[in-house]
């Protein structure tokens, strides 16, 4: 960990961090605090150290650390909506969110001592991508770790931009090949054409091939069939419970029937499973003001 300066600790800004995340553009930001400073160099990053004959030579100071890990921060590719994404505003409802955290923070505290990721599944509104981001900024901050982010829509649109300009898609997922750390955010969200697949299939299986990649995934579908969870007597959810809720809730078809055999046994081999159950937050709104609901699509 970065140690705090005494004047960190009382800044009201970073809370002792010396560093602030913001939203620059649609990409997550990080930068020094103003309160940042180091005793040992001033804050220049570098010292002069003289060796047993007299001899100086320029060394990197301790605290360049921090600024190698914004700078890693930078070009992971976070959405910036997620600048306040963080453990400690993960507020867990019910056991299995509460389960997802701890072995999302248990995660981070092993880092390196296996080689599988985490493979967060549950309905949308649970607190997956949340967690997800949450584990890779502090592999990030606390490890150094290179990682990326990706959303699995963007990276296709990423793709398909590409070909336009005359790039291969070689190209376009070579950054995600090769980081050490990768998050597949929403994986099988969307049509799942045999192209697409083939895409993440180029991903998945090279990932797999190499040894020391860890990758973590978001999605909305499980690793077998689900009901829809909310069984209940009460009035008030009787619309949740429609056929038209149940037709379109995530959660009858498996991932694999969605990526196919070869990807999912891959990711199950490459991840642990991490399941979140309970209430949609979309379907709390539904309980709150009990009105039709909205067929979703996806
Ligand atoms: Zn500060
Ligand atoms: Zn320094």
């Given at each position: 960990m970065i140690q705090a300066n005494p004047q960190s600790q009382s800044c009201s800004k970073c809370r002792g961090c010396q560093y602030l995340l913001t939203?620059?553009?649609?990409?997550?930001?990080?930068?020094h605090c103003s309160c940042f400073s180091c005793d040992v160099c001033g804050g220049r990053g570098q010292i002069f150290e003289e060796d047993a004959s007299g001899v100086s030579t320029l060394k990197e100071c301790s605290?360049?650390?921090?600024?190698?890990?914004?700078?890693?921060?930078?070009?992971?590719?976070?959405?910036g909506k997620f600048a306040g994404t963080q453990f400690e505003t993960f507020n867990p409802v019910g056991d299995s969110q509460k389960q997802a955290k701890s072995r999302a923070r248990d995660f981070v505290r092993d880092f390196g001592k296996t080689g599988q990721g985490l493979m967060f599944m549950g309905r949308p509104g649970l607190g997956k991508t949340h967690l997800a981001i949450s584990v890779i900024k502090a592999l990030i901050l606390e490890w150094g770790a290179d990682c990326k982010f990706i959303d699995f829509f963007q990276l296709l649109s990423d793709i398909r931009y590409g070909y336009s300009q005359d790039l291969s898609e070689q190209a376009i997922i070579h950054p995600y090949v090769q980081a050490q750390v990768l998050v597949i955010d929403e994986l099988a969200k969307g049509r799942n054409t045999e192209w697409e697949l083939t895409m993440l299939d180029q991903i998945i299986s090279s990932r797999y091939n190499a040894a020391d990649k860890i990758?973590?995934?978001t999605t909305n579908y499980m690793d077998v069939p689900t009901e829809p969870e909310r069984q209940t007597n009460d009035s008030k959810f009787a619309d949740t419970q429609s056929s038209a809720y149940r037709k379109n809730a995530v959660g009858e078809e498996t991932l694999q029937d969605k990526v196919g055999e070869r990807i999912f046994s891959r990711l199950v081999e490459m991840c642990q499973i991490v399941k979140l159950q309970g209430q949609d937050y979309r379907q709390e709104v539904l309980a709150q003001y009990p009105i039709a609901p909205k067929s979703r699509k996806r």
């Open positions: 939203n620059v553009k649609g990409l997550l930001f990080g930068e605290c360049a650390v921090l600024t190698q890990r914004l700078a890693k921060l930078n070009a992971a590719g976070i959405p990758t973590l995934v």
